[in-house]
């Protein structure tokens, strides 16, 4: 059925993204919108997710007018014979429809469209969408399925899903895709789903349409499900005009049966049996290529290369992958593969050659970085920029420590200017002693005049920019953040560094969004995505507070080493540069995030220095979150920065689990004391000899002989 709002006068306030899946309640309500005019306004009930900010529509409806559905003003005598009507129109079938606001106050109902009832429908109970590509009459690329594939192995966008039917706040899933049912082995539906994951990213709408990437470069899987099984299908509602499946979420799983890895040449005809690919040209079938992305983009690099006549001088630009970090894109083969080469340029091989970009790579980052430090006359300790950059890039929070003085807030600035980050993307919050809660950070809302007050601060307007610009790169820096409590004004940011998937910061109860006039401008929960990193500073005297486990167990804390004033007459300042800004996917593809990434006897440490902390009878210890931030953290070394695993894990350890030991001489007499000969004994200094083979542990040794000296001089360590 076509779109059923007739009046184009009508517009909402605030349309979303997305559709949304609902029924017809059975009630009317008589309207007046204007004297001598009856109206009826009928609601219809979510069964589907909706988007964040119209959660209330769940409870109260999404109210539409029979008016605009076709019926005209004044068609009805009363309520009870509009309410005929209508059962009669929706009674035993679906709608979908476009979630909005009018006037900041009602959620009503856009572009609705009548779809078709199932078997099972009122059974049937939260429905979740399915993004379906193709019809089994008209299926998609014109059935070629390994065309379909290919687009998602390479991150290339899939056409016909956008906006207007998909909202980024739903975690997809699964797709499917529908083909061409060769020799009864493949069709006529494929599903794609993370072989290991629960859904994929959630950013699916971008440029140029819809991509589905699994995270962590996690593995695809697919599976051919029967179109025709009449158990399945009958509780499936297939949309009539979104590219859209609503599927109960008990029948998720079943969609998801049987589940196998995707071929990485992406040839899923050949995987499934069949013996004669239509769209594979003579070559291909005699020799079927296995490529990963990294070799597609190579190949059709190579080829461009060839085809342009570049001889041995011009190979080297474009050597293949030497690691997994290396940042390219996987879109410059798409890129390659549409460019136009004429006759003429393979006519004449000696014309000269242009030559394509190098990719930006982590090394020239750590380059700039460097770079950057001496231009600006500013001394810091290499391994110091080169623990920052890995801490910043494999955890939410980084934490610089040291004397006031030393280059703490230097240090962030300086590595906001090697990303090329303009100063409205960094922002630097001066902590106040006064600070209670997180209304001193963001802002509160006022009830008298009904308005969101943002705090001087700026931090709610970079989110909510950040949550607006997910392709841009931002860094908040709480500059002196132990001046006040920070488990207070720091609350939700803690819960949101223990979150993976959709983390949200709450500015104010969603409730109060229809009723507040400015908050179009500030929505109740801003998104912050990893294209926000956070840091603070820290000085430790009289003036400050502690940090609790709770703020160390989520943070890197790196204390930088103090240089000598000599190395000052060594550095050469000279003309500030201005670099090309970093996008924040290019800064993801910096980071790795697979597995635990710690072996077997890594483990083994762990768990020995967690026995001693439990037998000394101290409270804390090293707790999953931690463990699993460490590996992490050695999984993103890159091989640039000349750090071994060994010297990672020993920076670890003093990052991550050395800065809570802290008590006085009694409490930790059996973990670590000064031996008259002056040096550090006690169970942890022998566990760190135990697993020398691990590493040296050089700064661990020397930060337990502080803390021991510290015992011994003062009775007490902090």
Not at 587 to 613: H, I, P, Q, S, T
């Amino acid at each position: 059925m076509a779109n059923m709002y007739m009046n184009d006068s009508y517009s909402a306030v605030r349309q979303a993204d997305g559709k949304v899946l609902g029924r017809v309640r059975a009630v009317v309500k008589s309207a007046t919108p204007q004297a001598g005019v009856k109206d009826f306004r009928f609601f219809v009930d979510p069964v589907s997710p909706v988007p964040r900010g119209f959660e209330d529509g769940e409870k109260f409806g999404f109210t539409g007018f029979m008016s605009r559905i076709g019926f005209g003003y004044n068609s009805f005598a009363d309520e009870e014979s509009a309410l005929a009507n209508l059962e009669s129109v929706f009674g035993d079938c679906f709608v979908s429809f476009t979630p909005s606001l009018r006037n900041n106050r009602y959620f009503v109902l856009d572009d609705i469209v009548k779809e078709q009832g199932t078997p099972f429908m009122e059974e049937d109970r939260n429905y979740y969408p399915v993004p379906a590509f193709g019809t089994e009459e008209a299926p998609v690329f014109d059935g070629d399925i390994n065309k379909f594939c290919h687009h998602l192995l390479t991150d290339r966008p899939l056409p016909g899903l956008s906006k207007r039917y998909w909202n980024n706040d739903v975690s997809p899933r699964l797709i499917v895709a529908a083909t061409r049912n060769y020799e009864n082995k493949i069709g006529p539906w494929v599903v794609f789903a993370p072989l290991y994951d629960e859904a994929f990213d959630p950013r699916v709408i971008g440029e140029g349409g819809a991509y589905f990437r699994v995270k962590n470069r996690g593995q695809l899987g697919y599976a051919v499900v029967d179109g025709q099984n009449s158990e399945l299908s009958s509780h499936i509602l297939r949309c009539a005009e979104s590219p859209l499946w609503f599927v109960p979420e008990v029948f998720l799983a079943d969609l998801r049966l049987n589940l196998k890895p995707v071929p990485r040449d992406a040839d899923l005809l050949k995987d499934c049996g069949v013996s004669v690919n239509p769209f594979a040209d003579e070559a291909e079938e005699e020799e079927p290529v296995h490529e990963t992305r990294e070799q597609m983009t190579q190949r059709a690099l190579d080829d461009l290369v060839q085809s342009l006549g570049i001889g041995a001088s011009g190979e080297e630009a474009y050597a293949p992958r030497r690691n997994r970090r290396d940042p390219r894109p996987f879109h410059e083969a798409e890129a390659v593969e549409k460019a136009p080469v004429s006759a003429e340029i393979h006519q004449e091989p000696a014309a000269p050659a242009k030559e394509l970009p190098k990719p930006f790579t982590e090394g020239d980052l750590l380059a700039r970085l460097k770079e950057a430090a001496e231009n600006d006359g500013l001394l810091y300790a290499e391994k110091d920029l080169f623990h920052f950059h890995i801490s910043m890039k494999s955890s939410r929070l980084v934490i610089l420590a040291g004397k006031s003085g030393i280059g703490k807030s230097g240090l962030v600035r300086l590595y906001g200017r090697a990303l090329g980050l303009p100063e409205s993307q960094v922002r630097f919050l001066p902590v106040r002693p006064s600070w209670m809660d997180d209304g001193d950070v963001l802002g509160y809302v006022d009830m008298k005049n009904m308005v969101y007050r943002s705090a001087d601060t700026g931090l709610a307007e970079l989110l909510i920019d950040a949550a607006a610009h997910p392709e841009k790169q931002y860094i908040v820096c709480f500059d002196e953040m132990n001046l006040a409590r920070v488990e207070h004004y720091f609350a939700q940011f803690i819960s949101v560094l223990e979150k993976e998937d959709h983390p949200m910061i709450r500015l104010y109860n969603p409730s109060l969004a229809p009723r507040l006039y400015n908050s179009e401008k500030y929505p109740p929960e801003i998104p912050v995505g990893r294209n926000v990193l956070f840091t603070g500073t820290v000085n430790v005297d009289e003036s400050t507070c502690h940090f609790s486990d709770k703020i160390l167990d989520r943070a890197n804390v790196i204390t930088l080493s103090q240089c000598h004033f000599r190395d000052l007459l060594k550095l050469s300042p000279q003309e500030r540069k201005v670099y090309k800004e970093i996008t924040a996917e290019e800064y993801d593809d910096f980071r790795v995030k697979e597995g635990m990434g710690l072996n077997d006897k890594e483990l083994e440490l762990l768990d020995a220095l967690n026995d001693a902390f439990t037998k000394s009878g101290m409270p804390y210890g090293i707790g999953f979150r931690v463990a699993q931030q460490m590996g992490r953290y050695l999984e993103n070394i890159p091989e640039e920065a000349g750090i071994s695993r060994g010297e990672g894990l020993d920076a670890q350890l003093v990052q991550r689990v050395f800065t809570k030991l802290r008590g006085s001489a009694d409490q930790l007499s059996a973990l670590l004391s000064l031996s008259d000969k002056n040096t550090a004994e006690g169970l942890l200094p022998a566990i760190l000899v135990r697993f020398k083979a691990l590493s040296d542990f050089q700064e661990s040794q020397t930060v337990l002989k502080r803390k021991a000296g510290e015992l011994k001089l003062y009775d007490y360590t902090m």
